[in-house]
């Protein structure tokens, strides 16, 4: 059974920095992408990047392309989010999530494609 933690959040002013970690148990091969996400209250859930673990391959939404950075430690099963230049509408709770497959993903993946969630950290960006 896949588990993922999350790690890393509070808060913190704006032009600030964070960085997210998601510690993932049960996966048990490189055949997983991994992904961050966040969701603001009364908003959509809003996919910001995604990496598949076999070739590092990562991918990234426009609103966040240059300032966050995925990255993973395949020996620990842990994901990175390093955010920079935070700004208040960074504001949200930010998840983990994984699938399985045997494809690199072209384009990032909708929420729709994952199926194991973490239970999420808070983000918190003041002016």
Do not use: H
Not at 45 to 70: Q, W
Not at 74 to 81: I, P, S
Not at 88 to 107: K, V
């Amino acid at each position: 059974q896949v588990q993922l933690v999350e790690s890393g959040g509070g808060s913190v002013q704006a032009g600030g920095s964070l960085r997210l970690s998601c510690a993932a148990s049960g996966v048990t091969s490189g055949r997983y992408v991994m992904g961050w996400f966040r969701q603001a209250p009364g908003q959509e859930r809003e996919g910001l990047a995604s990496i598949y673990m076999y070739d590092a391959r990562t991918l990234y939404a426009d609103s966040v392309k240059g300032r966050f950075t995925i990255s993973q430690d395949n020996a620990k099963k842990t994901l990175f989010l390093q955010m920079n230049s935070l700004q208040p509408e960074d504001t949200a709770m930010y998840y983990c999530a994984t699938f399985r497959t045997y494809l690199s993903p072209n384009r990032l993946p909708p929420a729709s494609a994952y199926n194991y969630w973490g239970q999420g950290t808070q983000v918190t960006v003041s002016s």
